[in-house]
């Protein structure tokens, strides 16, 4: 079963970019969705961004228009590009991988994002 790791995360200045990484351990290119997550301290897990194997991208509200989601199948990579970050957007972040109607859901073990002067 295809495994994710993610990378990227740090600390950065309120206003700054960080690009976050998530790479799988086999083909993605079959993979339905993939996504990226957070879960700041004492809150639920959200769903940040996705984006279907067709290309198709889904963001929240949040972070629409700041965060751009990428996928490059050749390298098995999804990518997760955050520009003007606010201290809101700290959090760990995670990647996903879910097919469409079940059978694969894999996580990452989370990378840690902080935005703070």
């Known amino acids: 079963q295809v495994q994710v790791v993610e990378s990227g995360g740090g600390l950065v200045q309120p206003g700054g970019s960080l690009r976050l990484s998530c790479a799988a351990s086999?083909?993605?290119?079959?993979?339905?969705?993939m996504g990226w997550y957070r879960q700041a301290p004492g809150e639920q897990r959200e769903l940040v961004a996705d984006?279907?194997?067709?290309?198709?991208?889904n963001y929240v509200d949040s972070v629409r228009g700041r965060f751009t989601i990428s996928r490059d199948n050749a390298k098995n990579q999804v990518y997760l590009q955050m520009n003007t970050l606010k201290p809101e957007d700290t959090a760990v972040y995670y990647c996903?991988?879910?097919?469409?109607?079940?059978?694969?859901?894999?996580w990452g073990q989370g990378t840690q994002v902080t935005v703070s002067s």
């Open positions: 996903n991988a879910r097919s469409q109607f079940g059978g694969l859901n894999v």
């Open positions: 086999a083909s993605i290119r079959t993979i339905y969705r």
């Open positions: 984006i279907i194997n067709d290309g198709r991208t």
